[in-house]
C-alpha cells in the first residue's frame, strides 16, 4: 500500500502542477521521472523506456513530416479547391473547410493542419464575404475531428495502440479509428452545418464584406482614428535627441515616418535623431499628450526643492535582492504592483556596479539585481515578507548616496480648481507611467499622507510632493511643445502612397517569441517592422504594446517597407494570417513521401514507426524542408512530456494503483453494466482535457482503463477506443487543444464562444460514440491465459 500511496501522491502533484501552470509541462514530465526512479516505483531502464517508445517515436516524426506537407504549398492547392467546390455559400463552406482539414488531420499533426489552413480560410472568407468568426472554430473543430479517423491523426490514438501492444493483446491498426471516428466526424459536420454555425459569433462582417485590401485590414483594427501627425518646432528642446531619449515613446506613439523638408525616413530607429521643424507621423493616444500639458500646467506653478530625497522620519529607503526563483526574475520593474505589496517606490535597480534609474518599466530583472525602495517605516518588513526578495535592508543616507548617486528632484505643487487633474489617479497618468515621475505625499487640509495609495484620486487644492530627474522634467517641457496638426501633407501619407504596407500574422505554435514583451522581440531592430497593434480575446491593443507580454493565439498588426514583410514567411515563428510569398513548390513529391508512408504501414511491409521514421527523413532529403527546419518543427515540449508520462503509467500499473483506481470505477457503475463503465470513463477523460494536457491524460488513464476492462472480463480494445476519442475530442474551450488558441486572435473569439459552440458539439461526439461502439467494436470476453 505504500508503493500505492506513493505513485498517487506523485500522480496528484503533476496534476496540480499541470493545472496550475506554476512549472512547464515538460520539466513537470520529467520530474516525475526522476521522483519514480529514486523512489524505486520504477527501474532505471523503465524510467527512460519512454523516450523509445514507438508512440513517441511516429509522434515527432509526424512533425516533420507535416512540416514538409507545410511548407511545399499544399495549403494553397486545398484553398483553390474548396473555393471551387463550396463558391460562396456559407453553409457548404462550412462543410468542405471541415472535410478538408478534417482529411488533412487524419495523416498530418492536428496544429499543422490549422497552421496550414490558416490562411486558406482567411482568404476564403475575404472572397465568399463571409466573416472569419463563422468559418475559424468550424477549421479547428474539423482538424480535432479528423484526427480521430486514424492511428497517427492524433497523439492519443497512438498512446492507446501503443499501450495495447504492450499488454499483449489486439492492437489497433492504421485505420481501425475510422467507423467510429468518421462518424464522430460526419457528425460533427452536420452539427455544424445545420444547427451549430448559428451559436457562432458574426463579427466584423462589414469589413469581410469587401475586397482585401491594406486600407480594409487598418480599419478592421480601428488604425484610422489613431493616425496624426505632430511636429517639432525650430528651436523645440528635442532637436538633437535621439528617438529613445526623448522619450516620445514612451507616450504609447508608434513613429511610423518623420518628414524632414523633402526626405521621408520610414520607420525611424530608435537612435534617429531628431531635428527642430521634423513632421512625425504617429499612432496614439492625443490625450496622452494633452495630459502632460497639463501637467506641465501646473508643474510651471510648482516650487522646485533643493532635496534630492526629502529627509524625513515618515520615509525609508529600504534595498531588496532579487532571489533566485523570483516571480519577478524577467520581467520589467512593475512600480505599481511593487508600490502595493511594499508601500514603496521604486527608484532605482543595481546590477553589479551599474545603477539603472530610467527605463525601468523596460528592464527585465535577474536574480541577484537589487531595488532601491523609498517607502514607510514598516516598507521594509513587507518587502521580508515576499518570496520575491532574498535580502533586504535598510539604508542610511551616505549608503544611499554611494551606491546610487541619486539624482532626483522634487517639486512641491498645488492642483488648482478646474484643473483637469483633478478626478484623475497618479499612477495611471503618463506622468507615472511614460516619464516615471513619483508621487511622495499629498497634503490634505490638515492631513499629510506618505507614498498614498496607487489608485488615490486628486482633489481641487491638494498639495502635492512629485518626485523626478532633472531630465524627465526637461523632456515634459519639450513633450509640451509638440504641436499636433490637424491635416497630414501627401508626403507623409505613405499608405496611400505603398511606401509603407501592413500585414496580419499570429505566433506558431512553436514559436520562440511567445511569452516575450514586444520591446524584447525588438521588431524595429530584428525585422525592420513596427507593431502597431494586438488583438487578444475580442479586444484590440494600441497602446503601450512595448510592454506587452505576447501569447500564442494573439493577432498581430506589423507595418513595414514590403520587403521586411515578406521575409516573415521564412521565419518559423510567425503564421502569417495574409501571406506575400508561395511556399516551396515541391507538392508533388511531398505528397508521394505521405502516400509512400501510408502505403507501408497498410501493406503490413512496415510498422508505422519506421515508416514514419524514414518518410520524415525523405521530406529532408528530397528538400521538402531543411534539416534545421525539421528539428524546429519537432513540438519538443510534447515529445518530452508523453516520454517523461509514460514511466508513470507504468508504475500505476505496477504498483496495483491503476488496479485500485479501476476498481473504485467499476464499484459504483459496475451494476449498471461494462457499458455504463465505459461512458463513465469517457465522461471522466472528456471533462480532464479541458485542465491536464491530452497526451498525459491517456498516459494516466490507459492502465485504468485496462484494469477496468480485465475487472469487468471483457477484451480492453473497446473502453480503450472510447478513451482515445474522449480525450481527442477538446472542444469546449481554447486551452483544449493549441489548433483553438491558434484562430483565437484572427477569429476574434471569446472564450463563451467556445462553450456555446464546443458543449453541444462533445455531447454529440459522445453520443455518436457510445452508439457506434457496440456496431463496430462489441463487447468481447477478456483473453484466458
Not at 523633402?262 to 512625425?280: A, E, F, M, N, Y
Not at 501569447?551 to 506575400?580: C, M, Q
Request: aromatic share 6%; charged share 20%.
Amino acid at each position: 500500500m505504500f508503493d500505492i500511496a506513493l505513485v498517487i501522491t506523485i500522480l496528484v502533484v503533476a496534476l496540480v502542477l499541470f493545472v496550475t501552470e506554476a512549472l512547464r509541462m515538460d520539466i513537470v514530465a520529467l520530474l516525475v521521472v526522476g521522483a519514480l526512479a529514486v523512489t524505486g516505483l520504477v527501474t532505471p531502464s523503465e524510467a527512460v523506456a519512454g523516450f523509445s517508445n514507438e508512440a513517441v517515436i511516429t509522434l515527432w516524426a509526424m512533425f516533420i513530416i507535416s512540416e514538409g506537407l507545410l511548407r511545399t504549398g499544399v495549403g494553397d492547392l486545398i484553398g483553390r479547391n474548396v473555393l471551387r467546390l463550396s463558391g460562396r455559400n456559407e453553409a457548404a463552406l462550412v462543410a468542405v473547410i471541415m472535410l478538408a482539414s478534417g482529411g488533412l488531420s487524419a495523416f498530418m499533426n492536428n496544429i499543422g493542419v490549422a497552421v496550414l489552413m490558416l490562411p486558406v480560410v482567411m482568404g476564403l472568407a475575404r472572397q465568399a464575404r463571409v466573416p472569419p468568426s463563422r468559418l475559424l472554430m468550424p477549421l479547428s473543430f474539423g482538424c480535432l475531428l479528423g484526427g480521430l479517423t486514424t492511428q497517427i491523426g492524433t497523439p492519443p490514438n497512438l498512446l492507446v495502440s501503443a499501450a495495447l501492444a504492450e499488454q499483449g493483446t489486439h492492437s489497433f491498426s492504421l485505420f481501425d479509428f475510422l467507423p467510429v471516428g468518421g462518424a464522430a466526424l460526419a457528425a460533427g459536420v452536420l452539427f455544424l452545418v445545420l444547427v451549430g454555425r448559428r451559436l457562432l459569433p458574426t463579427r466584423e462582417a462589414g469589413e469581410f464584406s469587401r475586397p482585401p485590401s491594406q486600407r480594409n485590414l487598418r480599419a478592421r483594427y480601428g488604425l484610422s482614428d489613431l493616425m496624426f501627425t505632430v511636429s517639432l518646432d525650430r528651436d523645440s528642446g528635442l532637436a538633437g535627441r535621439t528617438l529613445a531619449d526623448s522619450r516620445i515613446a514612451t507616450l504609447g506613439l508608434v513613429i511610423f515616418a518623420i518628414e524632414r523638408g523633402r526626405r521621408i525616413i520610414r520607420l525611424p530607429s530608435r537612435q534617429t535623431v531628431l531635428k527642430g521643424g521634423d513632421r512625425l507621423l504617429v499612432q496614439g493616444r492625443r490625450d496622452h499628450i494633452e495630459e502632460l500639458r497639463a501637467w506641465q500646467a501646473v508643474i510651471d506653478t510648482g516650487e522646485a526643492i533643493a532635496a534630492t530625497l526629502p529627509k524625513t522620519e515618515h520615509l525609508r529607503m529600504v534595498e531588496a535582492r532579487v532571489a533566485h526563483g523570483s516571480p519577478l526574475i524577467n520581467d520589467p520593474v512593475n512600480r505599481q504592483e511593487l508600490q502595493i505589496r511594499t508601500r514603496g517606490l521604486v527608484i532605482a535597480a543595481r546590477r553589479g556596479g551599474r545603477v539603472q534609474r530610467s527605463g525601468l518599466s523596460r528592464y527585465p530583472l535577474r536574480a541577484g539585481d537589487y531595488l532601491l525602495l523609498q517607502g514607510l517605516v514598516d516598507t521594509a518588513d513587507l518587502a521580508r515578507r515576499l518570496e520575491a526578495f532574498d535580502e533586504v535592508v535598510e539604508l542610511n543616507e551616505n549608503t544611499v548616496e554611494e551606491l546610487y548617486r541619486p539624482e532626483e528632484r522634487v517639486i512641491s505643487l498645488r492642483v488648482p480648481a478646474g484643473s483637469p487633474l483633478v478626478g484623475a489617479a497618479f499612477a495611471r497618468t503618463r506622468l507615472a507611467e511614460a516619464l516615471e515621475f513619483r508621487l511622495l505625499a499629498i497634503s490634505r487640509g490638515e492631513e499629510v499622507r506618505f507614498i498614498p495609495d496607487a489608485d488615490e484620486v486628486f482633489r481641487e487644492d491638494d498639495r502635492l510632493l512629485l518626485q523626478s530627474r532633472s531630465e524627465d522634467l526637461e523632456t515634459l517641457r519639450a513633450v509640451q511643445e509638440l504641436r499636433i496638426e490637424e491635416e497630414m501633407t501627401p508626403s507623409l501619407n505613405l499608405f496611400a502612397s505603398e511606401r509603407l504596407a501592413t500585414e496580419e500574422v499570429t505566433l506558431a505554435p512553436l514559436s520562440r517569441l511567445a511569452g516575450r514583451t514586444a520591446g524584447e522581440i525588438g521588431f524595429s531592430d530584428q525585422y525592420g517592422l513596427e507593431l502597431i497593434a494586438v488583438r487578444r480575446a475580442g479586444e484590440t491593443l494600441h497602446t503601450d504594446l512595448q510592454t506587452e507580454r505576447l501569447n500564442f493565439g494573439d493577432a498581430l498588426l506589423l507595418v513595414g517597407p514590403r520587403n521586411n514583410l515578406r521575409r516573415l514567411a521564412n521565419d518559423p515563428s510567425f503564421i502569417e494570417v495574409t501571406p506575400f510569398v508561395p511556399r516551396r513548390p515541391r507538392k508533388r513529391y511531398a505528397g508521394l513521401v505521405m502516400i509512400g508512408v501510408i502505403g507501408a504501414v497498410l501493406s503490413g511491409w512496415l510498422p508505422i514507426s519506421i515508416a514514419a521514421l524514414i518518410g520524415a527523413t525523405l521530406m529532408v532529403l528530397i528538400r521538402c524542408l531543411s534539416m534545421e527546419d525539421a528539428y524546429r518543427a519537432i513540438d519538443w515540449r510534447a515529445v518530452f512530456l508523453i516520454a517523461g508520462m509514460l514511466p508513470l503509467g507504468t508504475a500505476l500499473d505496477n504498483t496495483g494503483a491503476a488496479r485500485l483506481l479501476a476498481s473504485t470505477a467499476v464499484d459504483l457503475l459496475g451494476n449498471l453494466g461494462p457499458w455504463y463503465v465505459i461512458g463513465g470513463l469517457y465522461l471522466v477523460t472528456a471533462l480532464a482535457t479541458m485542465i491536464v494536457p491530452t497526451a498525459a491524460l491517456v498516459v494516466l488513464m490507459s492502465p485504468v482503463v485496462l484494469s477496468a476492462s480485465a475487472s469487468l472480463g471483457i477484451a480492453p480494445t473497446t473502453a480503450m477506443m472510447a478513451m482515445a476519442m474522449a480525450a481527442s475530442a477538446s472542444f469546449t474551450s481554447p486551452i483544449s487543444h493549441p489548433a483553438n488558441i491558434l484562430i483565437m486572435g484572427p477569429g476574434n473569439y471569446r472564450f463563451a464562444d467556445y462553450i456555446r459552440a464546443g458543449v453541444p458539439l462533445t455531447l454529440l461526439v459522445f453520443i455518436v460514440v457510445m452508439l457506434m461502439l457496440p456496431i463496430f467494436w462489441p463487447l468481447q470476453p477478456a483473453a484466458s491465459g
